[in-house]
C-alpha cells in the first residue's frame, strides 16, 4: 500500500504521547534459572506432558489442550455442546459426583472451545493431582452423555448464545471473520443457536470418540510438585484415554481478504470498524520488534491510538488492539467504535497515525524503552505465579517444546534493537489492512466514501 497522508480538517496542535513507565524486569529464578524445574514427556498414547515446578503455594494448575480442527459445517455448534457436557455425567457417575469428588481434592475444572482446540483447565491441591488426574481420566475415555444431559446443556447453551451474540461488537468481528476467512472455520467461531438447537447426542458422542485424542495433545502441569513424578502420575492417571489417530489441527490460517468492507446492519447506532493486518508469526526473527511497534501504537493504555482517538479527539471510548498467533500466521487485530458522524474522521486519525508511524513521527527511544519494560515485566509478572505461568505456556501450540521457552522470549524482547522496532513501525504502517465497517444500511455508502478516502483500499481493488 501507498502511505499517504489525509487532509482531515484545521490543523490540530501536535499530540502529546504518554510515555509508559518502566515496569522491573527481574526474572524470577523458579523455573526460568533452573533446568530441573521442568519434565516433558509424550506417552506411548502420543500425549505430550509437561510438569513445571512452581512451589509457591500447595496447588497444582491444570491445562489440557487438544487440537479440535474440524471442516464441517455442523462442527463448531457440535463442538461447542461437546465442550459443555464433557465434564458431566458418565458411567462412573453423575456430574454431581464428578464435581463433589472434585471439591473434595481442593480442586474444579471446566472445558471451553474454540475453532483451534478443546482446553480442560482448572486448579488442585498438590494432594489431591492423582485422584484429579482419574477422575479427567475417565471423563475423556468414555464419549457417552445421557440424552438428558445433552438435551439440557445444549437449551442452556442456546440462550447464551442468543444473548452473547446480540452484542455489536460480536457481531462485528463474525462479519470481520467471514470477510477475511470466506469458508474457514475461523469464521464459524460461534455457532448459531439454531445450529446448537439441532446437535443430537449422538453425534456429541461420535465427534468425542473420533476427535478426543491424546496422540498430539498436551498436558501442562504448575505448581506445588516434583516434575518428574507428576509426569508419571500423569500417565498413569490417564492411562485409560486411548484413541486411534492424531488430534486434528485447525487449518492452516489463510492470508486475510484484502480490502475494507462496509457491512449494514439493520439498528446499529455505533459504528463498528474491525481492522486486520498480517504480521510476521511467532517463529519469525522479526516478531519481537513487531509486538514492541505494537505496544506503542495501539496495545497499551498509553499508546498513541488511544492517545489520539480517545483522549485527543473523543472519537471512541476504548481502542483494542492485539497481535493473535495461529497456526503458522500471526494476525494484528485493530477495533474501535465511533459515532456515524465521526467515522471519517476517526479513520482519517487512524490513517495520520500509521502514516506518522513510517514517516516523520517513528516510535522514539522512550516509547520503545518504555515498551520494552512493559513488555518484559508482563511476562515476568504472570510467570511469576502458578496461574499466570500455566496461561503463558498454555497459549503456546501443544506441539511446541517447553523447556526454557519464557526466559527465550525475554531475552528476544531485551536485544531488540531501536532501530528493529522502527523498522517494524514502518512495516506496520505499511500494512495492507483487510476488515470490516459495521454501520447502519442509510449509512452504508458514506462510510464506503470515507474507508476509501481514508486511504484503506476497498474490496476488489
Given amino acids: 500500500m501507498t502511505i499517504r497522508s489525509v487532509a482531515a ?32 514427556h509424550t506417552t506411548a498414547d502420543g500425549l505430550r506432558v ?66 483451534e482446540r478443546l482446553t480442560v483447565q482448572g486448579a488442585v491441591t498438590a494432594e489431591g493431582l492423582a485422584p484429579a488426574l482419574e477422575l479427567l481420566g475417565a471423563t475423556l475415555a468414555d464419549p457417552r452423555r445421557p440424552p438428558d444431559e445433552v438435551l439440557t446443556h445444549r437449551t442452556l447453551l442456546g440462550h447464551r448464545l442468543r444473548a452473547y451474540r446480540a452484542q455489536p461488537g460480536v457481531v462485528a468481528r463474525e462479519a470481520m471473520l467471514e470477510h477475511c476467512f470466506p469458508g474457514h472455520p475461523l469464521a464459524r467461531e460461534v455457532p448459531t443457536p439454531e445450529a446448537v438447537a439441532a446437535v443430537e447426542d449422538a453425534r456429541v458422542e461420535a465427534l468425542h470418540a473420533r476427535a478426543l485424542l491424546p496422540s498430539g495433545s498436551r ?4 505448581g506445588d ?3 518428574m513424578s ?44 474491525c481492522l486486520l493486518a498480517p504480521v510476521p508469526d511467532a517463529e519469525d526473527p522479526k516478531h519481537p520488534a513487531v509486538r514492541l511497534a505494537h505496544l506503542v501504537l495501539a496495545a497499551s493504555f498509553g499508546s498513541r491510538l488511544t492517545e489520539r482517538l480517545r483522549e485527543r479527539d473523543g472519537l471512541t471510548y476504548r481502542v483494542r488492539s492485539r497481535i493473535t498467533d495461529h497456526p503458522e500466521r500471526s494476525l494484528l487485530a485493530v477495533d474501535f467504535d465511533t459515532r456515524p458522524g465521526q467515522l471519517g474522521v476517526a479513520l482519517a486519525a487512524l490513517r495520520e497515525e500509521l502514516d506518522g508511524f513510517a514517516t ?9 524503552t518504555a515498551a520494552r519494560g512493559y513488555a518484559v515485566g508482563s511476562v515476568t509478572v504472570l510467570s511469576a505465579t502458578q496461574n499466570g505461568t500455566a496461561n503463558l505456556l498454555n497459549a503456546l501450540p501443544p506441539e511446541t517444546v517447553l523447556g526454557n521457552r519464557l526466559p527465550e522470549q525475554l531475552r528476544r524482547i531485551a536485544r531488540t534493537g531501536d532501530e528493529e522496532v522502527r523498522a517494524a513501525a514502518r512495516d506496520l504502517a505499511a500494512a495492507d489492512f483487510a476488515g470490516i465497517v459495521l454501520t447502519a444500511p442509510s449509512g452504508t455508502e458514506q462510510a464506503a466514501r470515507e474507508v476509501e478516502a481514508a486511504g484503506f483500499r476497498p474490496p476488489g481493488r
Fill in 9 to 40: 480538517g484545521p490543523v490540530l496542535p501536535p499530540v502529546t504521547t504518554a510515555v509508559l513507565p518502566p515496569v522491573p524486569t527481574a526474572v524470577p529464578a523458579a523455573y526460568l534459572d533452573s533446568p530441573d524445574s521442568i519434565a516433558e
Fill in 50 to 115: 509437561a510438569a513445571v515446578r512452581r512451589p509457591s503455594v500447595p496447588v497444582v494448575e491444570l491445562r489440557l489442550a487438544v487440537p479440535l480442527g474440524g471442516v464441517d459445517d455442523d462442527h463448531a455448534a457440535t463442538a461447542e455442546v461437546l465442550a459443555a457436557v464433557l465434564l458431566g455425567s458418565t458411567a462412573r457417575g453423575t456430574r454431581a459426583d464428578l464435581e463433589a469428588a472434585l471439591g473434595l481434592l481442593g480442586g474444579s475444572l471446566k472445558a471451553s472451545v474454540t475453532p
Fill in 219 to 222: 498436558l501442562l502441569l504448575v
Fill in 225 to 227: 510438585l516434583d516434575p
Fill in 230 to 273: 507428576a509426569v508419571a502420575v500423569a500417565e498413569h492417571a490417564l492411562r485409560t484415554w486411548r484413541g486411534q489417530g492424531e488430534a486434528a489441527r485447525m487449518p492452516r490460517l489463510p492470508a486475510p481478504v484484502p480490502g475494507v468492507a462496509v457491512v449494514s446492519r439493520p439498528g446499529s447506532r455505533q459504528v463498528q470498524v
Fill in 360 to 368: 516523520d513521527n517513528p516510535p522514539s527511544d522512550e516509547e520503545i
